[in-house]
């Protein structure tokens, strides 16, 4: 079956960097783009990049400003998130995610925390 398990969040400073990786298994990973969202609390889950299945083409949301990097490693199934210059409003769960046949499959998501 399709899995999604994200890793590398945790608590850093303003200004730090962490690199997210989302490991996957159960369907051909090189044939699928993938996702990054992050859902706040009490607010609606935003996607923060998208990679595509080459790894050539990606698109970010508006609020990246250049400080993301979404990247993927075919040949090890692992899609990778790195933030720089993190701020404090970009706590949040972070999610990959991978669409197939109409349904979008979720890992569990990873918390960031940005604070002081």
């Known amino acids: 079956q399709v899995q999604l398990v994200e890793s590398g969040g945790g608590l850093v400073e303003p200004g730090g960097s962490l690199n997210l990786s989302c490991t996957t298994s159960?369907?051909?990973?090189?044939?699928?783009?993938m996702m990054w969202f992050r859902q706040a609390p009490a607010k609606k889950r935003a996607l923060v990049a998208f990679?595509?299945?080459?790894?050539?083409?990606?698109y970010y949301g508006d609020f990246v400003e250049g400080r993301f990097t979404a990247s993927r490693d075919n040949a090890k199934k692992t899609a990778y998130l790195q933030m720089n210059s993190l701020k404090p409003e970009d706590t949040a769960v972070y999610y990959c995610k991978v669409p197939i046949s109409g349904y979008d499959y979720w890992g569990q998501g990873t918390q960031v925390t940005v604070s002081s």
């Open positions: 159960g369907f051909t990973f090189s044939q699928y783009p």
């Open positions: 990679i595509h299945e080459s790894g050539r083409n990606t």
